[in-house]
């Protein structure tokens, strides 16, 4: 049995350089893990199984360089999975 893991392989987190960016939102409805708020930036990426990195939130979870559609994504903040629709918000209130 084979694992396939879309996984965050950006910069850490708590990088204290990397506190005071502005968030990155591309048009449309905000971008947040649907259990801690998390909200990712341009330069953070995933690793498909195919191990191509890229940002999962440009492409709506599908790999540019396999075609495989995420149906989940993880939060690197929580580690929490969540449905990859689940991360796209349109008000400004986490859920919980």
Known sequence: MTLHVLRHVGP????P??????????????????HCAWEPRREDTWACACLHEWNTFETGGV??????????????KCDTWSKHLEWYA???TPTT
């Open 17 to 34: 350089r990397l506190v005071d960016k502005a968030r990155w939102r591309p048009r449309g409805p905000r971008i947040r893990c649907p």
């Open 12 to 15: 850490a987190l708590d990088d």
């Open 90 to 92: 349109d008000d400004e």
């Open 63 to 76: 790999c540019p360089a396999c075609q495989r559609q995420w149906v989940e994504t993880q939060c690197p």
